[in-house]
């Protein structure tokens, strides 16, 4: 019995050492498995971060560009794309014009009995508004005088069922005036009743006092000081919403 359970120990002591030694070769793979593991992990993080960073760097790159951009503009007086004319023969073409304005108070064409004095077209594209002014001032003889002063009273514009007529105005200028658009969105529109059978179209857009072309005294009383506007082609609903459209007619 005694041998035989001595055998026995033998033989399990061999066994478990067998096993312990099979033990300690398999355990450095192991090791070096999960060590290799963490590593290739560590290495796609690394790879994800940089390319997160590197993404968020070119999406600021960008936004410093357009700003810089915005920012010279500005700078520049955001004059991105300028037309600008004083040749009489391009009249009523207004090349490039995208302003809050049909431009209804001037005239359709040049008559042959209109006797023209000055005439200035300037419009520019901004990084946010355009700016644009335009002028015309013209004389005319008696009848052409009236007829003219018949098409300005009777100027209004329609939309959705509702009319909005121009306005004439004896107290915000130095002469009579029919106004298209007063103050409103930095814009203003009208026909100035001159002495002599003269009238001085005029439309701004964002444009400031010291760079009109014509006399100052044309402007009217409070130029960009005042806080209500009016214009004939925006109609407010019962929400306070102001709508309407600005295609010019032909």
């Known amino acids: ?50 390319i997160i960073i590197g993404i968020v760097l070119v999406v600021t790159i960008i936004r410093i560009l357009l700003m810089a951009d915005v920012i010279v503009g500005a700078v520049k007086g955001g004059q ?21 304005s049909k431009l209804d108070v001037f005239p359709k064409q040049i008559d042959e ?13 901004t990084s946010l508004d355009s700016t644009a002014q335009i002028y015309l001032e013209c004389s005319y003889n008696q009848a052409g005088y009236d007829e003219e002063m018949e098409r300005l009273s009777e100027i209004q514009e329609e939309y959705r069922g509702k009319v909005q007529p121009i306005v ?14 007063d103050a409103d969105n930095h814009c203003y529109e009208y026909a100035l009743l001159l002495e002599d059978y003269r009238i001085a179209y005029v439309f701004l857009q964002f444009m400031g006092e010291d760079k009109v072309v014509f006399p100052i005294e044309y402007l009217p009383e409070r130029y ?12 407010q609903d019962e929400n306070g919403d102001r709508y309407g459209n600005f295609l010019r007619r032909e």
Request: proline residues 2%; without cysteine; negative net charge.
């Open 1 to 50: 019995m005694q041998k035989y359970f001595y055998k026995n120990s033998t033989r399990r002591s061999l066994e478990n050492f067998m096993n312990n030694m099979e033990y300690e070769k398999r355990q450095p793979v192991s090791m070096q498995q999960v060590k290799g593991k963490n590593e290739k992990r560590n290495t796609v993080f690394g790879i994800m971060g940089i």
């Open 80 to 100: 991105n794309d300028v037309k600008t004319t004083t040749d009489i023969a391009k009249y009523g073409d207004f090349e490039g014009f995208r302003g809050y």
């Open 113 to 125: 009995d209109m006797e023209i004095q000055e005439y200035y077209y300037y419009y520019a594209d």
């Open 168 to 181: 004439y105005d004896t107290e915000s200028f130095a002469y009579p005036a029919y106004v298209a658009i």
């Open 224 to 235: 960009e000081q005042r806080e209500n506007g009016y214009s004939i082609y925006l109609f």
